[in-house]
């Protein structure tokens, strides 16, 4: 479909979409028959089934380790976060190959297929009698391990690829869905946050109940089913036809810069190279102060032959600035990384504390461990459904701005948020393990840490996927999701590291560890003050390198506009 898209030429009407992209069979959008969100709702649906199906596996995956695998706490906790680390990390793969060769529908359909391939595996490994833990155990190890890391590579295709094909269905030059488009990030989290509690009550109960392998089944009819249905929406959606590496002409700019290091940046930006509007089918981007150095790709050198005009000698003033876009997430990314670290203690250390409390909630239910993770998605889609129809019409009449706040500014609320979660995690399990009779204090004692932690993630994680995916060029936001997600997967690489290195200093001379085979015996409290310190240092370096900032700048008007590139007055919007 989107590899075989071309772009035709259509009168410039209110009724077509001229954003770059183009419908099934390659025309410029009919902006009332695709797009928005009547084609966001097929694209919503399939992210809903892989929430489900990604942490009904998630949030079960400590217990199955040491449970049925029979591994160590430490070693369990440490194959947990290699595993998150590889399923965020994968996604910068992915997203590189949707938006430079495949196209992100595409994309989406071979991850989906990949994922459903290692839901198979797993079902298979859980229910053939010869393959079960109790006939091989290192057998039915093996499969389980090819069966969550395809998992982990299907995810890598489907999470950037899906969620920027989502957004691309809303046309930002066009009022009315700029506006919606600011709202979907918020209600694809609520869908999300929907399949994640869902995962964590039925799909965790039928594996507690009913068994991992009919858990597995389940999870792969409703991928299945939901794959089907985003296929049936081909026909409503905007596409985006690939151009190639997107990385290809950030480094042409770069490359420029360096090899015209010597000359003078003249006074006047209006004299760096820019194409006409009315030239390109993209939004082109306005001159910015920052990384002046790079400016220099887009100085014309007069007299200098057609190498002069070159790519890689010569940049436009847009690609300058979006290179520097690019470089400017560096630090961001960086600062972001301790609330990644934050996050993966709900999936593992949170959830093991929950499984040796007293989860008995009234005389004939017991409450699995894994299920208790709802709390935080709970407090998730509370904090997005207050945010978006509370919190931001306020803060618009307040402040004047589409926006409300701005985006890393709800990016550090969270991140506060978050520190606040591992203190409070600290205080309960300290109490815990003070408590006369650990294994009798109640389940509830985790609430607050959970809900701050869905509170959390309702301001970070959403900001963060609405800074990666609007920040960065048009042309890579598949890309953009991945790096988004790579805060996660990094974090939780650190988290492991974090963990290896507390365990040896902990256990020098002879003293007891802080991660213990036994909860009981372990220091799990020092290990969430450790974080939190981390977290709080680290808020204070993210809020030097937030307010130092310079959001992208568009140029106003629609591709097409005869307007002069260097008359035109631009304003940053956070």
Known sequence: MEKSLRVGVMEDRGDWVHDSSVDHRGRPPSRGATGSWKAAMFIILIEFSERLSYFGIATSLMLYLTKVLQEEMKVAAENVNYWMSVTTLMPLLGGFLADGYLGRFYTVVFSTAVYLLGLMVLATAQLAPRLKPDYSLRLHEVLFFVGIYLVSVGTGGHKPALESFGADQFDESHAAERVQKMSFFNWWNCALCSGVLLGVTVIVYAQDRIGWGAASVMLAAVMAASLVVFLAGWRFYRYRVPEGSPLTPLLQAVVAAVRKRHLVLPADAGELYEVKPQNVKKRLLCHTHQLRFLD?????????????????????????????????????????????????QVSTFFIKQGSVMDRRMGPHFVLPPASIFALSAVGMIATVAVYDKVLVPYLRRATGGERGISILRRVGIGMAFAIVALAVAAVVERRRLQSPAPASMSVLWLVPQFLLMGVGDGFALVGLQEYFYDQVPDNMRSLGIGLYLSVIGAGSFLSSLVITAADRASSRGGRASWFAKDLNHSRIDLFYWLLACIGAVNLAFYAVVATRYSYKTVRPGKVGDDKSAGDIECAAAA
């Open 296 to 344: 220099k790709a887009a100085i014309v050198e007069r007299g200098g032959g057609g190498d002069a005009a070159g790519p890689w000698r010569l940049a436009t003033v847009t690609r300058v600035e979006e290179t520097k876009l690019v470089l400017a997430m560096v630090p961001i990314w960086v600062a972001t990384l301790p609330f990644g670290m934050a996050a993966a």
